[in-house]
């Protein structure tokens, strides 16, 4: 459940598939935060992004000289965010984006803006939503929310969404970077660049490429996209960690890890982005049927906000080389490990001590130290 801060509706309307624009309102009050209606419709609408159905594209506010306003205005009002003037102000630049790029975009619709800061967890949002009045929602002629009984995709045309605390960090370490002396020549700065996770806002996203979502990013100055490199680890990394903390799943999470390894390996080498769908199901191509009620969640799980796996990556060729493996064995041993995993710094998972040729390895599991230390105990006794 959300801590709605406030929120205000406006409305414009479009012809369709022509470039006309027609009754563009934008309210000067903000709205009854205790109207449990208005409640319900913006906690609905946080509760849709990432869910079934749709699928989330991660992003930032863009750079490059073509943003247009609002990212400048929204870096204002987070320094004063109590401000209610502040915030319907700001509300109207956004009513004033969307309406000149949705005139641009014949694919664009018209319906009710409504723009909400609330608070989740422990997590303050911005939230902008594209919404028409069907069914379950329904509007007064103040724009005052009544009677919604349901939230759903075919309600809510676009959406997107800023989380302050990330926009906040982001900035703050932008600054700091900036501040910092500049990087060596001969550093790598794309590789470096691919290790941050630098967004902060996230949108519903309504079909592959869809240019009415193009519409509404472009509006609010964004660009869309997680670095190759962050998104490259984080389908490998939360693909295992899926299985490892489901016991019915664990067994097959080895072989789930390695399918989407093999997958991301072949579009790298087909020059083609990896889909978040073909992950899925490559990962699960090994779990019985009787198991299919476990699985049904691990879309939404990569693609949620924690985790941020886009719908559509370009696959990162340094970090999938880090979690492919090292194998090797002996005559009374066999290993392999991440590349990734391997280092010169004893501090290293598996650590590699040059002088002496051996490996020493850390980190080891509570199961595995307990298997080690009975058969020592055993052979002692």
Same mark, same amino acid.
């Given at each position: ?156 045309? =676009?959406? /997107?969404?800023?989380?302050? %605390?990330?926009?906040? !960090? $982001?900035?703050?370490? @932008?600054? &700091?970077?900036?501040? #910092? ?85 072949? =579009?790298? /080498?087909?020059?083609?982005? %990896?889909?978040?769908? !073909? $992950?899925?199901?490559? @990962?699960? &191509?090994?779990?019985? #049927? ?87 105990? /055993?052979?002692?006794?």
């Amino acid at each position: 459940m959300i801590t709605l801060k406030t929120a205000i509706i406006h409305s414009f309307k479009k012809l369709a598939k022509t470039s006309f624009i027609s009754e563009v309102v934008k309210k000067d009050v903000a709205l009854d935060t205790e109207n449990p209606a208005l409640h319900f419709l913006v906690n609905g609408i946080h509760g849709l992004i990432g869910k079934e159905g749709n699928s989330v594209v991660y992003g930032q506010f863009a750079n490059d000289d073509r943003q247009g306003p609002f990212p400048e205005r929204f870096t204002a009002f987070v320094e004063v965010q109590d401000d209610k003037a502040q915030f319907i102000d700001l509300t109207h630049l956004a009513m004033d984006q969307l309406v000149e790029q949705a005139g641009n975009q014949v694919l664009s619709t018209g319906g009710h803006i409504l723009c909400a800061q609330y608070t989740s967890g422990a997590t303050d949002f911005f939230l902008v939503a594209s919404m028409k009045e069907r069914g379950g929602i329904q509007l007064d002629e103040n724009y005052v929310p009544k009677e919604i009984q349901e939230v759903d995709l075919n309600k809510v045309q =676009q959406a /997107a969404r800023i989380n302050l %605390a990330s926009f906040v !960090a $982001i900035k703050a370490m @932008a600054a &700091a970077a900036a501040a #910092a002396p500049e990087q060596d020549e001969d550093e790598d700065e794309d590789d470096a660049e691919d290790e941050v996770d630098s967004t902060y806002l996230c949108f519903i996203s309504r079909g592959r490429d869809s240019q009415a979502s193009d519409y509404f990013i472009s509006a609010l100055g964004c660009a869309k996209g997680v670095a190759s490199g962050r998104a490259t680890k984080n389908a490998i990394d939360n693909v295992a960690r899926f299985f490892r903390d489901n016991k019915a799943l664990k067994s097959f999470g080895y072989k789930a890890k390695e399918a989407v390894i093999k997958y991301l390996e072949e =579009q790298l /080498a087909a020059g083609k982005s %990896a889909r978040l769908d !073909a $992950i899925c199901h490559v @990962a699960v &191509a090994h779990v019985p #049927a009787d198991l299919v009620d476990e699985i049904v969640g691990l879309k939404d799980y990569l693609n949620s906000e924690k985790h941020k796996v886009p719908d559509d990556f370009t696959v990162n060729a340094k970090s999938l080389k880090e979690k492919t493996r090292i194998k090797g064995d002996a005559a009374n041993w066999s290993l392999q490990f991440e590349r990734g995993a391997l280092g010169k710094d004893p501090a290293a998972d598996v650590y590699y001590d040059e002088g002496r040729k051996k490996l020493t390895l850390s980190n080891l599991t509570a199961e595995l130290v307990g298997v080690i230390e009975k058969e020592l105990l /055993a052979r002692a006794g």
